[in-house]
């Protein structure tokens, strides 16, 4: 059923022709949502070509955009990387978010993800519209999609479900003890989350409004952000919020986490980002913005999908991309580009970059059709949820639950994998990146063994 968790093996001659997933939402495979998602896969021979798209389907139904595919896939492919180093000790700056204002490749890699979520929603929900379904069943699959999807993040923040190191004040715990300590710090909010959020609520408002009524909406919400964090004063801290965005636990952000996600004052633990404490880059005020760069990738989504000259259409998204990078530098004077408190200027610029990035790749492979590059993209775009859930289970599981002896001592297997295969013969920096890059690899081997045989996870 729509917006059910199904982990489908799609029998074929072909097992490629099962795989279909469009980030946040999926689809099933009808041909209308497959061709607005551009869901084009290398080298499927015409034998196995979807049946006819209708005549009233979106516009680039009929173009099947493969560089929609590619984008998302280069995506996933950022996050492993960055995700992933050696060690965290030793990282080329690139690789590592900005300190705390400004930004870095690796902070574009989140907004990139929700920009093309907005993209995909949009053709999807036009495509259903098309085959005749209902607005009451594409709004609930909207609400089911994006509980699921907050479901899944909440279920990795948790694994795995119990303390494995040692819990305050219990020399021996038990197992239950062990469950409980960790219910007591289970984080609330995440990656995830916050793309589940963001994912169903930009959905349901750009649902039935008209395009006047969502620049309305996204004005009102980056506009009112900005008020709420820099003129309104932060309880406890006697200024405006103004003076104390670069004080990550005095901001306004920080003060919402505490009084909604800190329950020690009910005996029922802290449930914030362990590295935070006092607050979580992923926090409750800061997903409202994050609202709007999924509206943003939602208003890209309406520009592709026009019945346009696939050169007018990226002229559009180069100019509009320059406009919005141009806009989110000068909001930087006044509200700097923050990735962990997904400020207004940083949701315009990084909306800008990532529309240029997708015209460039639009260029390449859909006008210039270069596309003998683009099977890895695809690969690693087809199941996201896949990439991600696993990837976060795994790196958990070999950074910080699976010991091993090595050099004297139980270490970490990664550890020990690094500190063997890598840091003994390359310098600190080299060594951390190669391990990333083997991550990325082994992800790479995973994910084409889904796609061989038509293995795809779809929520």
């Known amino acids: ?224 952000y900005w008020i709420v964090m820099t003129a309104l004063p932060v309880p406890g801290e006697g200024t405006i919020g103004a003076l104390l965005l670069d004080r990550a636990p005095r901001t306004m952000e920080a003060w919402v986490d505490r009084v909604v996600l800190d329950w020690t004052r009910f005996g029922m633990g802290n449930h914030i980002w362990v590295g935070g404490v006092t607050w979580d880059p992923e926090g409750i005020l800061s997903t409202i913005p994050a609202i709007a760069t999924a509206m943003l990738g939602n208003l890209a989504g309406r520009w592709i999908g026009q019945r346009r000259p696939l050169t007018e259409r990226l002229s559009g998204l180069f100019a509009g991309g320059a406009l919005a990078m141009m806009i989110g530098l000068m909001w930087n004077w006044v509200f700097p580009i923050n990735k962990s408190l997904w400020t207004s200027s940083y949701v315009v610029f990084t909306a800008g970059l990532a529309c240029i990035s997708l015209a460039t790749i639009m260029w390449i492979v859909d006008f210039q059709k270069v596309r003998g590059w683009t099977r890895p993209a695809v690969i690693y775009g087809v199941n996201p949820i896949v990439a991600f859930v696993g990837s976060g289970v795994m790196a958990r599981c070999i950074y910080s639950i699976i010991k091993v002896p090595y050099d004297g001592k139980r270490v970490a297997i990664q550890s020990a994998i690094y500190q063997a295969g890598y840091a003994s013969w390359l310098s600190p920096r080299l060594a951390s990146l190669a391990f990333a890059l083997s991550f990325v690899l082994l992800w790479y081997v995973i994910l084409s063994l889904l796609h061989k045989r038509g293995i795809i996870l779809k929520v």
């Open 1 to 224: 059923m729509p917006g059910q968790l199904q982990i489908a093996v799609l029998p074929s001659t072909n097992p490629r022709l099962g795989i279909v997933f469009a980030l946040y939402p999926s689809t099933e495979l009808s041909s209308p949502e497959v061709a607005s998602m551009g869901m084009t896969l290398p080298s499927v021979p015409r034998t196995h070509e979807l049946p006819p798209v209708p005549p009233d389907a979106p516009f680039i139904a009929r173009e099947r955009l493969l560089s929609l595919d590619v984008f998302r896939g280069l995506t996933v492919a950022g996050m492993l990387l960055v995700n992933n180093p050696g060690t965290w000790s030793h990282i080329f700056p690139p690789l590592e978010h900005a300190e705390w204002n400004g930004w870095t490749p690796t902070d574009l890699i989140f907004p990139f993800f929700l920009f093309i979520a907005g993209i995909t929603t949009h053709l999807s929900l036009s495509s259903r519209r098309a085959r005749g379904d209902s607005e009451r069943a594409i709004r609930d699959q909207i609400i089911r999609r994006g509980a699921l999807i907050f479901l899944f993040g909440f279920l990795v923040n948790g694994f795995p479900y119990f303390a494995w190191a040692n819990v305050a004040g219990i020399p021996d715990p038990t197992f239950l003890q062990r469950v409980l300590d960790r219910l007591m710090h289970w984080r609330i909010m995440g990656v995830l989350q916050r793309i589940g959020i963001a994912y169903m609520v930009a959905a349901l408002l750009t649902r039935k409004t008209t395009l006047r009524q969502q620049v309305v909406i996204l004005a009102s919400l980056l506009f009112g």
